[in-house]
């Protein structure tokens, strides 16, 4: 079930493979016994050999020490690296292109940078408990004060905020009426965790609610310019549905491998489980539905790199989220249910993959979010538009 890619795409999915299978796959188990957290001597093998293949330089130009590569390229290397439970993966930062044009040169010197070269780790405040799903309705706050701002509010689900070095953090500019996002250096007077809820997944990064009350931060920390507004977490949006549909493919596809390599030798009545037709048909929706998704990512994928216009950027990552996300969604149920009880078991991937792609249906917009922004396009320039 191949689909065709350029050289480069070919280069990059065999290196990611490889290095799922060798340095993360092998320790899923011990990660999900202990709390998703790997020893240090193999957390920083993992992040050693992550640099050297160059994944935290993908997205960034070859003028500041990127590699530049197509968004083909990047896709077949999520879809590769997701194929690994517990965010093995995780184990780079990742700078993305949108920053070149949202950052100042100080910006990018002080903290996109040292995300590249492997020295620092950032998070996004976003989400706030009142407005949820919708970001347009922030109630953070930043007032100008002296030459800098002192900002306001409390944000839910800070993923990775235990690991980085950084905030991303949205608020409501009073000046201008409107939105921007502030860089907030982790330890900085009046940032206050309050508290780390566990999830069903288990990971080393973790989610916790933040408290920031009248934080200052200098001028320079504000990114871009009064008007922009939600325009970098916009393409920040983009970026990560476009990737979680490339993870949902890999994910399916190891889902799809184990369930069938379980299903050719599990005898049942005195046959391999593979025969009989119940099981058949499970894997026979599974493996056309992730080959659909595969073409519509990789699809969307060349439609980045053929630079076509934004808002049909915006609808397709939008769909692909959607669609590869409850397809792998699907997948893993089925997964479960043809290994049985082993499927039940904390140790089996269908099980880990059964609770952790449940969160790619609801966060960076949930499905329905997304079926109202296609269906949002769909009403205002008609399917030829989109
Ligand atoms: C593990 C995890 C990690 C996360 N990481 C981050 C992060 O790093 N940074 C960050 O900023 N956020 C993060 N989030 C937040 C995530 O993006 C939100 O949870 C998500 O956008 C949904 O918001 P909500 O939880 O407030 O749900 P709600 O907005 O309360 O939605 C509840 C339900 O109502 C539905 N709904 C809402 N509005 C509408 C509507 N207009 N029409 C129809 N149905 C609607 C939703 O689809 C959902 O089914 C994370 C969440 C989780 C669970």
């Given at each position: ?6 050289s ?20 899923e ?17 993992n992040?050693?050999?992550a ?9 960034m ?16 290397v999520?879809e590769q690296?997701?194929?690994?439970t517990?965010?093995?993966?995780w ?5 993305q292109?949108?920053?070149?044009e949202?950052?100042s ?16 780790h950032?998070?996004y ?21 002296g ?9 839910w ?17 009073e ?23 566990t ?21 320079a920390?504000?990114v ?11 393409a ?6 476009l ?5 949902s ?32 048909m ?40 959607l669609y ?11 997964a ?12 089996n ?7 952790e792609?449940?969160?790619?249906r ?25």
């Amino acid at each position: 079930m191949d689909i065709e890619l350029s050289s480069e795409a070919r280069q990059w999915q065999t290196m990611a493979r490889d290095f799922a299978d060798e340095y993360l796959q092998p320790h899923e188990v011990e990660a999900e016994h202990n709390g998703g957290v790997l020893s240090p001597e193999l957390t920083a093998r993992n992040k050693a050999r992550a640099k050297e293949i160059g994944f935290s330089r993908m997205d960034m130009p070859k003028s500041l020490g990127g590699l530049e590569l197509s968004i083909e390229s990047q896709v077949a290397v999520w879809e590769q690296l997701g194929r690994v439970t517990n965010a093995l993966a995780w184990c780079f930062a990742e700078p993305q292109s949108w920053m070149l044009e949202a950052c100042s040169a100080d910006q990018l010197q002080r903290y996109v940078l040292p995300l590249m070269r492997g020295e620092a780790h950032d998070c996004y405040a976003i989400t706030e408990e009142g407005p949820g799903s919708d970001v347009a309705a922030l109630s953070a706050t930043a007032v100008r004060d002296g030459d800098g701002y002192r900002l306001n509010g409390e944000k839910w689900f800070v993923t990775s905020a235990n690991l980085a070095n950084y905030f991303w953090f949205q608020a409501r500019v009073e000046e201008d009426d409107s939105d921007a996002l502030f860089f907030i250096d982790q330890g900085t007077e009046g940032v206050e965790i309050i508290d780390t809820p566990t999830f069903s997944h288990t990971y080393a990064a973790h989610h916790p609610t933040y408290r920031f009350k009248d934080v200052w931060v200098p001028a320079a920390n504000r990114v871009g310019k009064a008007g922009d507004d939600m325009a970098y977490t916009r393409a920040w949006f983009r970026r990560e549905r476009l990737m979680i549909a490339a993870r949902s493919c890999g994910a399916a596809a190891r889902l799809i491998e184990e369930a069938s390599e379980f299903a050719r030798h599990r005898m049942v009545g005195g046959e391999p489980l593979i025969d009989k037709q119940a099981i058949q048909m499970m894997l026979a929706d599974s493996a056309t539905e992730l080959w659909a998704t595969r073409l519509m990512t990789y699809e969307a994928a060349n439609a980045h790199d053929r630079d076509e216009p934004l808002r049909s950027l915006h609808m397709r990552c939008s769909m692909v989220k959607l669609y590869a996300s409850e397809m792998a969604n699907r997948v893993a149920d089925r997964a479960v249910q043809i290994f049985g009880g082993r499927g039940y078991m904390r140790e089996n991937v269908a099980e880990r993959f059964f609770r952790e792609l449940r969160v790619d249906r609801i966060w960076e917009g949930t499905s329905e979010i997304q079926r109202l922004i296609i269906a949002g396009g769909l009403k205002k320039r008609g399917l030829e538009g989109m």
